[in-house]
Nanobody, 119 residues
Framework: QVHVVESGGGFVQTGGSLSLTCTAS????????MAWYRQRPGQELELVAR???????YFEGNAGSRSTISTNYDKNKTFLTMHTLTPEDTAVYFC?????????????WGQGTQVTVST
């Protein structure tokens, strides 16, 4: 079982940037990918960025275009940075570690970290 915890949220001014950290503990031998999602108030969960175990990255939408995703050597920490924030970026940001599970996969989610962008 993989346990995931996000950190780094808080209040940011418009035009600023965020830096979030996702820390994973447990056995990561079957790691497939890591991803950052967000849920804005009243809206559905949306993908921001994803990185495969091999380092391939994918970014989604306007938020993704302003983001970078990276990981440390051991891949037990995954980072998200996003620049040029606006109040539209106010959301709970979630991290997930996607693991092989037999012929399928399972996702291990954190509790999320709140980011609030003020005007």
């Amino acid at each position: 079982q993989v346990h995931v915890v996000e950190s780094g949220g808080g209040f940011v001014q418009t035009g600023g940037s965020l830096s979030l950290t996702c820390t994973a503990s447990g056995n990561l031998d079957e790691l497939l990918a890591m991803a950052w999602y967000r849920q804005r108030p009243g809206q559905e969960l949306e993908l921001v960025a994803r990185m495969t175990e091999g380092g391939l990255t994918y970014f989604e939408g306007n938020a993704g275009s302003r983001s970078t995703i990276s990981t440390n050597y051991d891949k037990n920490k995954t980072f998200l940075t996003m620049h040029t924030l606006t109040p539209e970026d106010t959301a709970v940001y979630f991290c997930t570690y996607i693991m092989r599970a037999g012929r399928g996969m399972n996702e291990n989610w954190g509790q999320g970290t709140q980011v609030t962008v003020s005007t």
